[in-house]
């Protein structure tokens, strides 16, 4: 039992990947107050969990329905973060603070679910390789190891994220505005591997 749950555990935290979602997470949250990022950490989190848990019930039978693949997953998912990766080469150049919308009210400005759900909560944290992995492990293992395991990994996820606070504390604003077009160009990259990746599958699948 032991060993068939690692078999479980470990793949899926390797797909999920916590790490490389700090740096985005450390990014998209740098001008919160240190509740609203708690508050972004949590929606983020219970959202994902939520979508690989309802993937590891019915995922597939959906998909199916709806005619979707896996590769339409991975498309749809790279073209949202490639959005968000020219987005955050922009601000590298043009911090928050210097933007028109800095002007906005403060209950307008900020809010967590504004990227609590996307792109923190799907497709980084719930991406399409994580959707696949669920799919494919509740087809081939019990379904309440799954569930399991995917708990224990969200719940690991949440706390390296919630440790952000220290990067914050080290690098200070330039080190993040830094840090931002940095992480732009590889999301960029990244999302763009994923649409490739996505398409050559689909290629192949034909």
């Given at each position: 039992m032991a060993i068939e749950f690692l078999a479980i555990l470990i793949p899926m935290f390797i797909i999920i990947e916590p790490f490389s979602v700090l740096p985005i997470y450390l990014v998209l949250t740098r001008d919160m107050e240190k509740q609203a990022r708690v508050k972004t950490l949590k929606?983020?989190?219970?959202f994902a969990s939520a979508v690989l848990i309802a993937f590891a019930l019915v995922g597939k039978?959906?998909?199916?329905?709806?005619?979707?693949?896996?590769e339409a997953l991975m498309i749809s998912?790279?073209?949202?973060l490639l959005v968000v990766g020219v987005t955050m080469l922009y601000e590298g150049d043009t911090p928050r603070s210097r933007r028109k919308d800095a002007e906005e009210p403060d209950d307008l400005k900020h809010r967590p679910e504004d990227i609590a759900f996307v792109p923190l909560g799907t497709p980084m944290l719930a991406g399409p390789g994580a959707i696949s992995v669920v799919i494919i492990l509740t087809g081939t293992a019990d379904i309440p190891l799954v569930?399991?395991?995917?708990?224990i990994v969200m719940l690991v996820s949440a706390l390296i994220l919630w440790r952000a606070d220290l990067i914050f504390e080290l690098i200070g604003n330039a080190g993040t505005r830094a840090l931002t077009r940095v992480m732009g160009f590889i999301t960029s990259a990244y999302a763009v591997q994923m649409i490739l990746d996505g398409v050559a599958d689909y290629a192949a699948s034909l």
């Open positions: 929606y983020s989190v219970i039978a959906i998909l199916d329905y709806l005619s979707v693949s896996i998912g790279g073209l949202l569930l399991a395991s995917l708990v």
